[in-house]
């Protein structure tokens, strides 16, 4: 059974930075998409970014474009999602889940076949 664990979420003040890392164990990591979705309170979930299998990359928001850098290291088993500039808004619960092969179309979670169980993202000064 695959596994993913989210890592790297904390406070921090508008306008800086964190990187979040999600863990692969078991499965053919270099056969999975992986995705970044977030949920603010009282919001619905929505996909951030996404890798595929061959480290092609999408920023599923407009309001990320530019300040979200999604990655893959193979080796590590772990994608990491850099956040920068970032807004009271990117607050949420950040979630990393995992699919064959290509990224959702449009950030759809209910394709998502593996969830992590979330970090905490706040944005607060």
């Known amino acids: 059974q695959l596994e993913l664990v989210e890592s790297g979420g904390g406070l921090v003040q508008p306008g800086g930075s964190l990187r979040l890392s999600c863990a692969v164990s078991l499965g053919s990591f270099d056969r999975l998409a992986i995705a970044w979705f977030r949920q603010a309170p009282g919001k619905e979930r929505e996909g951030v970014s996404c890798v595929n299998h061959v480290s092609g990359t999408i920023n599923f928001l407009d309001s990320v474009k530019g300040r979200f850098t999604i990655s893959r290291d193979n080796a590590k088993r772990t994608v990491d999602l850099q956040m920068n500039n970032l807004k009271p808004e990117d607050t949420g619960v950040y979630y990393c889940?995992?699919?064959?092969?290509?990224?959702?179309?449009?950030?759809?979670?209910?394709?998502?076949?593996?969830w992590g169980k979330g970090t905490l993202v706040t944005v607060s000064s």
């Open positions: 889940a995992a699919v064959p092969i290509d990224c959702p179309y449009r950030g759809a979670s209910d394709v998502m076949n593996y």
